[in-house]
């Protein structure tokens, strides 16, 4: 959920558990790993929704997508400083990249006739049959729940040929994980403020037809000003990007590269299934040094990160916190368990000190990662209609005030929002979302931000000493 310039929250969706972790000890600074100048301050009280990001040329081989109806907007609302203040993000500063037709195919007809209709009809319903039970359990094995690749007017992902087999059946070693998915991982270069290759970055291979994953704040200058983007491979190829769509709220990009179709789609794995303390892998650019690989564990999950120095760049990110080392450069590259499986895209890292931070502030042990979870369904939408959305509820939320931890407080409850039509008041302490608690504003946008528009969702709330549940369906706003 985002907090507009007038205090409005616009929630996102990660983890459909919607988990908010306890508030815990974490370094002063928090900043993005990407392109922008380190000076620029990049943690602030939340800003408000994103901007709005026009539907982008689809890849000349797929089909034009029907774009979704626009949601409602949401009235942004400026925020409040909060206290205790969240740990603040920057954009990390760039680094200079390190040098070096369809066929229709038509088949005879071989329609039966007489007394074979009958046959045909029964074979038919039995293949057909036992086709959806065996896809329905391959399917199950990467996911346990149904709705997280959804189905969309576009096709999205269910055209996209993902990848969740498992290269390793076995959890390997870094070297192993590292054979496998380095030449899944590519090297992201970008303008930047008129500048050709002014910002670097990392990605990785989405599908079998040339769709790359990436930071949305990597290519956001490139593409608002119609700049060259280009990806580099582990061979050191370089091939020019186009953006396909992109969310500044979830600080995601999907890319499409001609040429790049040959390239090894990455494996897909699940963030629900990683554990604090397991070992994981970071692969990307850092410093514009491509096909780097650094190794850590899993530090925390479900841990609610705000990145975005304005209303417009600011992202809401339900993390997995990691120690692999990332530094500027990393942002958009794949974080991977033992297996070889993707579980996250690196997007943040923690400074040390409270005042500025020096051109090369980098890794101090603490770092975010996207969830793959939000990553497939933010990239299904944008497959499917060049956009993405977010989940809101109409209502503004204190993000300030004494360090108490005991909820999310109701400033205004906006005219003909989900928030009205459920109940919801000026006043009211939000306690929990789906049963999961919730301890402060900040934790409130994150934890409705994990699921998508159209759900409905628990609230726990306390009004006027006495609690009680209110549920409220999700609208959603493109951003």
């Known amino acids: 959920m985002a907090i507009g310039d007038d205090g409005t929250v616009n929630e996102r969706s990660d983890d459909p558990d919607g988990r908010t972790p306890e508030p815990s000890a974490e370094p002063e600074h928090t900043q993005p790993i990407g392109h922008r100048p380190p000076a620029e301050e990049r943690w602030a009280p939340p800003g408000g929704g994103s901007s709005l990001v026009p539907p982008m040329s689809p890849p000349p081989s797929s089909p034009p997508p029907a774009a979704p109806p626009a949601a409602p907007a949401v009235s942004p609302a400026p925020a409040q400083e909060q206290y205790p203040p969240p740990p603040p993000t920057r954009t990390l500063p760039p680094q200079a990249p390190g040098g070096p037709a369809h066929l229709r195919v038509t088949r005879p007809s071989t329609r039966p006739s007489g007394w074979m209709w009958p046959l045909v009809a029964v074979l038919a319903l039995v293949v057909g049959v036992v086709g959806g039970v065996l896809g329905g359990i391959g399917y199950s094995e990467w996911s346990d729940d149904a709705d997280t690749i959804s189905s969309t007017v576009g096709g999205g992902l269910d055209d996209a040929d993902l990848n969740t087999q498992a290269p390793l059946e076995k959890p390997g070693s870094v070297a192993r994980v590292a054979q496998e998915v380095l030449p899944s991982t590519v090297q992201i270069i970008a303008e930047l403020d008129g500048v050709e290759a002014g910002a670097t970055g990392s990605g990785f291979v989405l599908d079998g037809k040339g769709h790359i994953i990436t930071n949305n704040h990597v290519v956001a200058d490139a593409a608002e000003n119609d700049g060259p983007i280009e990806i580099v ?30 390239l090894k789609p990455a494996a897909l794995g699940r963030s629900r299934g990683l554990r604090v303390g397991e070992p994981v892998v970071a692969i990307g650019a850092p410093l514009g040094l491509s096909s780097t690989v650094t190794s850590g564990i899993v530090s925390a999950l479900n841990r609610p990160v705000t990145t975005g120095n304005t209303a417009d760049d600011s992202s809401y990110i339900n993390a997995v916190q990691t120690d692999a080392a990332i530094n500027p450069g ?150």
Request: hydrophobic share 35%.
């Open 233 to 262: 491979d582990q061979d050191g190829n370089r091939l020019p990007a186009t953006v396909v769509g992109r969310s500044p709220v979830y600080d995601l990009a999907v890319l499409h590269v001609s040429g790049a179709e040959d």
């Open 330 to 479: 990393n942002s958009g590259g794949p974080l991977v368990n033992l297996r070889g499986q993707v579980v996250g895209v690196n997007s943040a890292i923690a400074t040390n000190g409270g005042g500025s931070i020096d051109d090369q502030a980098g890794n101090i042990g603490v770092g975010f990662a996207i969830p793959v979870e939000q990553v497939v369904v933010t990239a299904d939408q944008i497959l499917a209609s060049g956009e993405a959305q977010y989940p809101v509820i109409g209502a503004r939320v204190e993000t300030g005030g004494p360090a108490e931890f005991d909820g999310a407080t109701i400033d205004e409850v906006l005219d003909d929002s989900p928030a009205q039509e459920a109940g919801l008041e000026d006043g009211d302490l939000i306690t929990h979302v789906n049963g999961d608690r919730v301890t402060d504003g900040i934790a409130l946008i994150v934890a409705i931000r994990t699921h998508q528009p159209g759900e409905t969702i628990e609230f726990t709330i306390e009004r006027d000493g006495t609690e009680r549940t209110i549920s409220v369906t999700l609208d959603g706003e493109v951003g």
